[in-house]
């Protein structure tokens, strides 16, 4: 896999599933883009990108809005319950690494209370069923940071 050696632009995103409907959106320079997915039937929201984002982020906030709902769908299969607070930061980076242009992503998921050796196998998991993970796999490098604390 081609490592960036330079990188010339970063989106990054903050992604959490928002469990409260009257939570206000499109503060604090958040552009309130409705970002949603389908589990079951039942229909996920989720806090969105930035004011005037860029590709970058654009992509970093469909990639974690889906991600983060095969997050929950594997630890369904798995019997393990998620806590609220479940996030996951997503920063994707293109650049160049001598005359030719990359994209790199670095995933953060924030699951805090839980056995590290969990949430790992589960943010694994995830990127084996997650279609933007499958995508784009082999194609860019991904890194994954699991924070259980």
Wanted: charged content about 20%; proline content about 4%.
């Amino acid at each position: 896999m081609i490592k960036i050696e330079k990188v010339h632009y970063t989106g990054q995103t903050y992604t959490k599933v928002n469990r409260d409907p009257a939570l206000q959106r499109g503060e604090h320079g958040v552009l309130d883009i409705q970002l949603s997915a389908t589990k079951g039937g039942e229909s996920y929201e989720f806090i969105a990108a930035e004011t005037h984002p860029t590709a970058e982020q654009l992509f970093a906030g469909a990639w974690s809005a889906c991600w983060i709902t095969v997050l929950g769908i594997v630890a369904q299969m798995k019997k393990v319950a998620l806590p609220e607070d479940t996030s996951v930061d997503l920063q994707i980076d293109i650049g160049e690494t001598g005359p030719a242009w990359f994209l790199g992503a670095k995933f953060t998921l924030n699951i805090p209370g839980m056995d590290q050796a969990i949430a790992e196998d589960l943010a694994h998991s995830a990127h084996q069923f997650c279609p933007y993970s499958q995508a784009t796999k082999g194609n860019i490098e991904v890194v994954t940071e699991v924070i259980t604390a």
